[in-house]
């Protein structure tokens, strides 16, 4: 009996060591509609993150995201209306640009602003 409860307790210790051992992503949904996008989250959490397009609007959307100072541009492919896509990734700390780069959509205010801290 000793041994069962000594090999339970071991088992839920083990298993907090590697709950903790890797968070939960944060998640972000974007709405994207004609022609603007809106944020679920304005400021985040730096670390491992899955960002959401969900294209609420009439016409075909994609996102892009770009930590301000960096050259490296993540992004979602064209999500067609009613649909939506997911993106996994670490997000270091600093600022970032979303923008959609479909036609001329950027330029008709489809951008934001997402703010990412240190943990």
């Not at 993540?74 to 700390?93: M, Q």
């Not at 951008?111 to 240190?118: F, N």
Request: contains cysteine; glycine residues 8%.
């Amino acid at each position: 009996m000793r041994l069962v409860a000594a090999a339970a307790t071991l088992f839920a210790a083990t298993a907090g060591l590697l709950h903790a051992a890797s968070p939960a992503p944060t998640r972000l949904q974007v709405g994207a509609q004609e022609f603007s996008f809106t944020l679920s989250q304005l400021h985040v959490k730096a670390g491992p993150a899955v960002v959401e397009l969900v294209n609420y609007g009439q016409d075909a959307h994609d996102l892009r995201l770009q930590r301000k100072g960096s050259k490296h541009i993540a992004g979602i492919g064209t999500v067609a209306a009613g649909e939506f896509a997911d993106l996994s990734l670490r997000l270091a700390p600093g600022r970032y640009s979303l923008w959609c780069s479909v036609a001329n959509h950027r330029a008709l205010g489809m951008r934001a602003t997402l703010v990412v801290s240190r943990r």
